[in-house]
């Protein structure tokens, strides 16, 4: 198992925001987190890449227990980024926005990824010297996926990209899953938009209230969605 | 996919220019090459004066903007000054005097300083930063005046003789000027070098700290280097303050001379490292203007403050450079 979430519990304040959450993802798999606004989707996100301390429970990453890495050193352990809002650098430039994804990686390394990235994405070549904060929303959720790419992570983190995007981006945002998916990448991603995340997924939590309520393939998830009041 | 794609030189590209200078720290460094030819073209007292003090000015507001890249604003100046400008007056009291061993001390003695209060200070952010950062600068005045066996407490240290560069005195107003000069372009090039090598690194600091710390950087190496170096720098502006005056006292760094350091930055423009030194130059030259009534000029960088903040964020040079790019496109 690449990532394995044991009974996680975070707290902010004296507020519960997840009660016990356990979640598995294995090397290669595609996992949707679904659930409505305040469910714990993204609290669970931010505790395994380290935004916010686990009040309890284990997280544990390719074998290691990660409750006392601080966040910058998870990135550096493999683990990719995509904030919730598309959240770029806004006065950068959109190549010094993918570069900052490789922080420390040596200058060789920064060049292979923007090359690599640069012909997935040619929007990122075509904008090159533009400050990303110029782009339109669905630019930016590249640019910020590249960005969580650049560092070539075993697992790829990425919270609510479709969040208000038009449908045209939406298409364009899941061929770049669909693309970082058959490299290799293991992607953990939420989504309250469950229709186009679970056509990118393998398998799926229902999460509510800050627990998971239920877990399954994409077809179960999916029949959970159509039926039930969660989605 | 591999690196033999069309993208491939454009990368290289864009990839390599991160290591050189920019257009803005050569502009810089031009600047102070050709500073040197002023003293060597006018014997006036004047021209003198003021550019003495513009060229303290302007190593001062470099350590101010250092730290502003990684949007910390630092009240500190004064008190790296006070080390860098003390370590040359109690050596040049013991005659030691020679400008590369004194440079070098003026540099490093802040520098080292500030590890330990890095460690402390680092961990605070925006108004507590600065709260805790003029406080320090507080804390060396009465530093300074509680150690007289060491400073000259109130008297301050006096009659600390020229500096000698390859044996031989600097002694001449035109030779003090020159050596200032020096000292300024051994600033810039010092800030220039380590502002643009950490582009990236500072600018992802001072937008987004936590989304930068998430992609993997490690934000407090970053701010503990840019506090030394920018003590560092500082320490060469005390350095130069102590060789204008020949004297080194409490007064000359007092703590509220960091709102002038400050002054200078954000009005010349904290977006490119030419904005401290329009900054320091326009602002000295104006305090000149004022010849007997100086008291008024801390007036005026307060409206001047306040008239970049409310009206044109990036100072003279942003402004500037705003409108160039209206004009072209």
New interface residues.
């Given amino acids: 198992m690449l990532l394995r979430i044991e009974n996680l519990h975070v707290r902010y304040g004296g507020i519960s925001a997840l009660s016990g959450v356990s979640i598995d993802v294995a090397e290669g798999e595609t996992v949707l987190l679904v659930g409505a606004n305040g469910a714990g989707k993204s609290s669970t996100i931010n505790a395994v890449?380290?935004?916010v301390p686990a009040a309890g429970g284990r997280i544990m990453f390719d074998g290691v227990e990660l409750s006392s890495v601080p966040?910058?050193?998870r990135?550096?352990h493999g683990i990719g980024?995509a904030?919730e809002g598309r959240?770029v650098?806004?006065?950068?430039s959109v190549?010094?926005n993918v570069?900052?994804?490789?922080?420390?990686r040596g200058?060789v390394r920064?060049?292979?990824a923007?090359?690599?990235l640069?012909?997935?994405f040619p929007l990122l070549?075509e904008r090159?010297k533009q400050p990303a904060g110029q782009l339109s929303g669905g630019q930016q959720q590249i640019v910020a996926l590249a960005?969580?790419m650049a560092?070539f992570p075993r697992l790829l983190l990425l919270d609510e990209p479709f969040l208000g995007l038009a449908p045209v981006w939406i298409a364009q945002i899941s061929d770049a899953i669909t693309q970082l998916h058959r490299r290799g990448t293991t992607v953990l991603m939420t989504e309250q938009m469950a229709r186009p995340a679970l056509k990118l997924a393998t398998r799926g939590y229902v999460m509510r209230g800050g627990e998971v309520r239920h877990s399954g393939t994409v077809a179960e998830i999916r029949e959970l969605a159509l039926a039930d009041e969660y989605l | 996919?591999?690196?033999s794609?069309?993208?491939?030189g454009?990368?290289?590209k864009?990839?390599r220019r991160?290591?050189f200078l920019g257009g803005a720290e050569i502009a810089a460094i031009l600047t102070f090459a050709v500073t040197f030819a002023i003293p060597l073209l006018t014997k006036s007292v004047l021209v003198y004066s003021v550019l003495n003090q513009i060229l303290v000015g302007v190593i001062a507001a470099q350590s101010v903007w250092i730290m502003l890249r990684m949007n910390l604003l630092s009240f500190a100046t004064p008190a790296f000054m006070a080390i860098g400008g003390y370590t040359v007056a109690i050596a040049g009291r013991h005659d030691i005097t020679d400008a590369f061993l004194m440079t070098a001390a003026a540099f490093l003695l802040p520098a080292l300083v500030a590890v330990p209060l890095g460690a402390l200070v680092l961990r605070l952010r925006g108004t507590y930063f600065v709260l805790v950062t003029f406080v320090l600068s507080q804390i060396t005045q009465l530093v300074l005046f509680e150690t007289p066996a060491l400073t000259g407490g109130s008297n301050g240290i006096s009659g600390i003789p020229p500096v000698t560069l390859f044996g031989s005195e600097l002694a001449s107003y035109r030779e003090m000027l020159l050596f200032a000069c020096g000292l300024a372009l051994l600033a810039t090039l010092i800030t220039a070098l380590l502002t643009r090598h950490f582009?990236?690194?500072f600018?992802?600091i001072e937008?987004?700290e936590?989304?930068?710390?998430?992609?993997?950087?490690?934000?407090w190496r970053y701010k503990a280097l840019g506090f030394i170096v920018a003590a560092g720098v500082a320490g060469l502006a005390g350095y130069s303050l102590v060789n204008m005056l020949l004297t080194a006292h409490p007064s000359s760094f007092d703590s509220i001379t960091a709102v002038d350091f400050i002054a200078y930055t954000i009005v010349g423009g904290r977006v490119s490292i030419l904005g401290p030194i329009v900054g320091s130059t326009l602002l000295v030259w104006a305090t000149n203007l004022f010849g007997t009534h100086g008291q008024y000029a801390q007036g005026l960088y307060g409206v001047l403050i306040l008239v970049v903040v409310l009206a044109a964020r990036g100072g003279i040079v942003g402004s500037v450079g705003a409108l160039a790019r209206r004009l072209r496109s």
Avoid: K
């Fill in positions: 890449i380290g935004l966040c910058e050193q990135a550096r980024y904030p959240r650098f806004a006065t950068l190549t010094d570069l900052s994804g490789a922080f420390g200058r920064q060049r292979e923007l090359d690599w640069c012909s997935v070549s090159a960005r969580a560092a | 996919m591999d690196a794609t069309p993208h491939a454009l990368t290289e864009l990839v991160e290591r582009r990236q690194h600018a992802a937008e987004n936590i989304l930068a710390e998430s992609l993997g950087l490690v934000v």
